[in-house]
């Protein structure tokens, strides 16, 4: 279970780790800036297991993996929107960052609720409001790259 940060439509990736830090070599220190420019309190406050739901067309702009990593890094279980863009939807799996598409949950879900994800059968648990959504469960294969932690780790092994 998680607390919920919400995000609106558009969130780009210099917004989820701005382009001014990319020279933090170190992931841990990198997600120290994580959301910074629209959320100052993200990563002071954002603890592990917490979940991200955000609108449409999360993750936009530019192809740099430094986006979900920062947000796994800073302990980011999932997130939750109706759409993503396609490179940050790759990218997450790449480095195990478990995304999920749900527009009812992404519309339902509120700040601060407490959330539970099942990602093998999509189900997302708003135990606040005692709701139930939808999302598309994972295939066998993405499941295994989220649980080795991401494709680098999954080829190791």
């Known amino acids: 279970?998680?607390?919920?940060?919400?995000?609106?439509?558009?969130?780009?990736?210099d917004v989820i780790i701005p382009a001014?830090?990319?020279?933090?070599?170190?992931?841990a220190e990198l997600a120290?800036?994580?959301?910074?420019?629209?959320?100052?309190?993200?990563?002071?406050?954002?603890?592990?297991?917490?979940?991200?739901?955000?609108?449409?067309n999360f993750g936009s702009g530019s192809s740099r993996e430094h986006a979900p990593l920062v947000l796994k890094v800073a302990g980011v279980k999932a997130v939750i929107a109706p759409?993503?863009?396609?490179?940050?939807?790759?990218?997450a799996f790449n480095i195990g960052l478990p995304i999920l598409e749900s527009a009812e949950a992404a519309e339902r879900i509120d700040a601060?609720?407490?959330?539970?994800?099942d990602f093998k059968t999509g189900r997302i648990r708003n135990k606040t409001k005692q709701e139930t959504y939808q999302a598309e469960p994972f295939p066998e294969f993405m499941t295994k790259l989220i649980e080795k932690g991401g494709l680098v780790e999954y080829v190791k092994k």
Do not use: C, S, W
């Open 1 to 13: 279970m998680g607390k919920v940060y919400k995000y609106g439509d558009n969130v780009d990736t």
């Open 20 to 27: 001014r830090y990319l020279n933090i070599a170190d992931p």
């Open 32 to 56: 120290t800036h994580a959301m910074e420019d629209i959320d100052q309190d993200f990563a002071k406050t954002v603890k592990k297991g917490d979940i991200v739901v955000a609108g449409k």
């Open 83 to 91: 759409t993503f863009a396609r490179i940050f939807y790759r990218n």
């Open 112 to 117: 601060d609720d407490e959330v539970t994800v």
